[in-house]
């Protein structure tokens, strides 16, 4: 197992970069997939995934089960970065709205998983998706245990 950096807890094992707490600034050069696990969502900022690699990626799973007292949103724009990307798995507990722009620049994503967003308000997510100019690629959108 390659450790893609000193200052970040991840691995990379058959060109997937998993990593926990923390998001790395750079990928691995053979790295498609990336698995961010405990990853408080209010950390997420517009550059993080925005050259270092992230640019390849096709594969993206956000994953915490973090509890929080602030509102816990994913900011319009933050994907932008991932031109690639077919597959995005965003797995957080604790995720309440998702601000409008959110899905911007994923015109290549094919899957959306929201499985286990139990607080997300679901009359948000209809309203991000009631423009037929978000997501046009989209053919799997998975549910399970959301609001």
């Known amino acids: 197992m390659q450790n893609v950096s000193s200052n970040v807890n991840c691995e990379n094992v058959n060109a997937?970069?998993?990593?926990?707490?923390?998001?790395?600034a750079e990928l691995p050069p053979n790295s498609t997939r990336?698995?961010?696990?405990?990853?408080?969502?209010?950390?997420?900022?517009n550059e993080q995934f925005r050259g270092g690699g992230w640019e390849r990626i096709t594969y993206l799973r956000l994953?915490?089960?973090?509890?929080?007292?602030?509102?816990?949103?994913?900011?319009?724009?933050?994907?932008t970065g991932l031109k690639h990307l077919t597959a995005l798995h965003i797995n957080i507990?604790?995720?309440e709205t998702l601000d409008k722009g959110v899905f911007d620049g994923l015109e290549n994503l094919t899957i959306l998983n929201l499985?286990?967003?139990?607080q997300l308000d679901f009359n948000n997510f209809l309203d991000i998706?009631?423009?037929e100019d978000v997501l046009p690629n989209l053919h799997q959108l998975s549910l399970r245990k959301t609001s």
């Open 129 to 131: 998706m009631s423009n």
């Open 93 to 95: 507990v604790s995720l």
């Open 63 to 79: 994953f915490w089960n973090g509890k929080s007292s602030k509102s816990n949103t994913l900011f319009g724009g933050i994907f």
């Open 16 to 24: 997937t970069c998993m990593c926990y707490e923390n998001i790395p």
């Open 34 to 45: 990336v698995e961010l696990n405990c990853i408080d969502p209010m950390s997420i900022t």
């Open 115 to 118: 499985d286990n967003c139990w």
